[in-house]
């Protein structure tokens, strides 16, 4: 009988919700909009008509905006 390790897998990604995300910036819709046309924002998806963002693209985009 042999047994086998299992690896253990970092955790998936989730897909955020673009209401969710303006309440962890604390900003407004228009910000993100603005932000968004000026390509300062993560990369957003269309998701049955409504915008997400994948949570890794969200944690870069912090991380990147406390070195600025």
Known sequence: MSTTTRKRRAPAD?????????????ITRAT??????RGLCPTTRRLNG???IWRS????FLADMEVV
């Open 14 to 26: 989730e897909l955020l919700f673009l209401t969710d995300v303006l309440e962890e910036l604390g």
């Open 32 to 37: 993100w909009y603005r932000w968004r046309n």
């Open 50 to 52: 409504r915008l997400r």
């Open 57 to 60: 693209d969200l944690d870069a």
